[in-house]
């Protein structure tokens, strides 16, 4: 049997090509018969859907992956998980790579670009952390996501709330959700 896993970090990761309707689309075409797909951050190696699949996988079947940062992160981590896969006969092919062999060649060019495949993922990480590091130097510079609502607007959350309203209601008719409105209800009364 012929199983395709599409992976995405977050539901709307669509970047490069990496969306999981375009690798859905990318496994179809290729004639995958089944298709497991994750939501799920690709820094851990605990991917349920994926280990779950690893367990079903029987001698003879063969695993397809759209791009080899969606089947792992790490060198060891893959390199493991495609070893393991030998040993019990089943096939792993990396759509953007082509059919990774049993053979010592087959074992090192994977052994290769897992390697790059980490290295980009730790050089995306230093240019986020570089970024970061420069926009602190603006004075303007805030942490976390921008505030996106008026003191008015918060104010006017708030008397609904007096007002008997739940935060579920308030949040129905002003649009701000419960935790901001828990936020804002703290800091006032301080």
């Known amino acids: 049997m012929?199983?395709?896993?599409?992976r995405v970090s977050t539901l709307g990761q669509s970047r490069d090509g990496n969306s999981l309707e375009d690798?859905?689309?990318a496994l179809k075409e290729y004639g995958c018969q089944e298709i497991i797909t994750e939501a799920f951050s690709g820094k851990?190696?605990?991917?349920?859907r994926f280990r779950?699949?690893?367990e079903r996988l029987t001698a003879n079947d063969t695993l397809v992956v759209c791009k080899l940062d969606r089947f792992a992160r790490t060198t060891?981590?893959?390199v493991q998980t495609v070893q393991d896969l030998f040993n019990k006969g089943i096939k792993v092919?990396?759509?953007?790579?082509g059919l990774v062999e049993d053979t010592n060649v087959g074992r090192l060019i994977l052994t290769i670009m897992l390697a790059f495949a980490e290295y980009e993922r730790g050089m995306i990480v230093e240019r986020t952390q570089m970024g970061k590091a420069i926009a602190k130097q603006n004075s303007s510079f805030r942490e976390?996501?921008?505030k996106k609502y008026t003191k008015v607007q918060i104010n006017h959350a708030l008397s609904l709330l007096e007002e008997g309203l739940s935060y579920k209601e308030v949040s129905a008719i002003t649009g701000?959700?419960?935790?901001?409105?828990i936020r804002a209800r703290r800091s006032s009364k301080c």
Do not use: C, F, W
């Not at 012929?2 to 599409?6: D, R, S």
């Open 144 to 146: 976390g996501r921008p």
């Open 176 to 181: 701000i959700s419960k935790s901001t409105i």
């Open 23 to 25: 690798q859905v689309n």
């Open 44 to 48: 851990t190696m605990d991917r349920p």
């Open 52 to 54: 779950e699949l690893l």
């Open 2 to 6: 012929v199983y395709g896993y599409a």
């Open 93 to 97: 092919h990396i759509l953007n790579m």
């Open 76 to 78: 060891i981590e893959g």
